[in-house]
């Protein structure tokens, strides 16, 4: 894909999910979109040149996700349970609660800790997530604010897992 329609499909992206893309770092070469929801961050993410995995957990979503990314590997299941350890590079999870996302990294021991860096952007409840995070040996490399609406989101990239 060119330079013209990759910074096309960019711009498309809300301005949340845009900052959640920008996140991602500029060297990675895969990652999961854990519950990538209608798959645009996904596609943005492919088009990027990244290996995608991106996932639901119910059937239906599932099917609707297969259904918006003809060709990319969708699967079905919870959190990061449906990864193999080191298979990506990185993960996102966006657009759910602070404690859902501590819940899913902490759910899959073996996963989270090959994993080189995480995408967080939690709907609520971010300044507990960091804490969770910090006292779990992870480290908050950055953290940003997107503001679409009237609303503002924080996203976090996450590195350095400590106690695996
Ligand atoms: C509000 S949507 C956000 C979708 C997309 N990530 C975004 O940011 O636009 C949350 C999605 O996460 C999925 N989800 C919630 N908990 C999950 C889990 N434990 N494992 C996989 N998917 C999950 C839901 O089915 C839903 O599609």
């Known amino acids: 894909m060119s330079g013209p329609e990759l910074r096309r499909l960019a711009t498309r992206l809300p301005a949340r999910l845009a900052a959640v893309a920008a996140a991602v770092p500029g060297r990675a070469r895969s990652v999961a979109d854990v519950g990538a929801g209608d798959g645009q961050l996904a596609r943005h993410l492919a088009a990027r040149g990244l290996r995608v995995v ?96 009237r609303r503002s989101y924080t996203v976090l990239l996450v590195t350095g897992h400590e106690r695996s």
């Open 54 to 149: 991106a996932t639901e957990r119910r059937p239906p979503s599932y099917a609707r996700l297969r259904v918006a990314l003809p060709g990319l590997d969708c699967r079905l299941g919870e959190g990061l349970e449906v990864l193999r350890p080191g298979e990506v590079e990185g993960v996102v999870l966006a657009g759910m609660g602070g404690h859902s996302i501590a819940r899913i990294v902490d759910a899959s021991p073996a996963v989270a800790g090959a994993l080189d860096w995480l995408v967080l952007q939690p709907q609520q409840h971010a300044d507990r997530l960091v804490a969770w995070l910090e006292a779990a040996g992870w480290r908050i490399d950055a953290r940003d604010i997107a503001v679409q609406g």
